[in-house]
């Protein structure tokens, strides 16, 4: 069955560094666009980052210079490296796949920026 999980995620202080990284099986990964969203307490749901099967990469405003996207379609892997890490940044961030009306999330991961 189709599998998104998500590993990473954890708690770091403000400046810091996480690498988030999505498994994906049970679909043809490389013909999906893959992206990352996030989720905090009181807000919406919110686009990061995507990449597109062809490895055309966007980012929110936010995050941009910040965090990088990257995917390896040897591995089904998508990976968000993110750097200078800030309080606002923290939340549960979810792995997503879309291919034109087909599309699955992961579970999330937490991430949390604190001193």
């Known amino acids: 069955q189709v599998q998104l999980v998500e590993s990473g995620g954890g708690l770091v202080q403000p400046g810091g560094s996480l690498r988030l990284s999505c498994a994906a099986s049970g679909f043809t990964f490389s013909s999906y666009a893959m992206s990352w969203y996030r989720q905090a307490p009181a807000r919406g749901r919110e686009l990061v980052a995507y990449i597109t099967r062809g490895g055309i990469t966007n980012y929110a405003d936010s995050v941009k210079g910040r965090f990088t996207i990257s995917r390896d379609n040897a591995k089904n892997m998508v990976i968000l490296q993110m750097n200078s890490l800030k309080p606002e940044d923290t939340a549960v961030y979810h792995c997503?796949?879309?291919?034109?009306?087909?599309?699955?999330w992961g579970q999330g991961t937490q991430v949390t920026v604190s001193s």
């Open positions: 997503h796949a879309q291919y034109s009306a087909s599309y699955y």
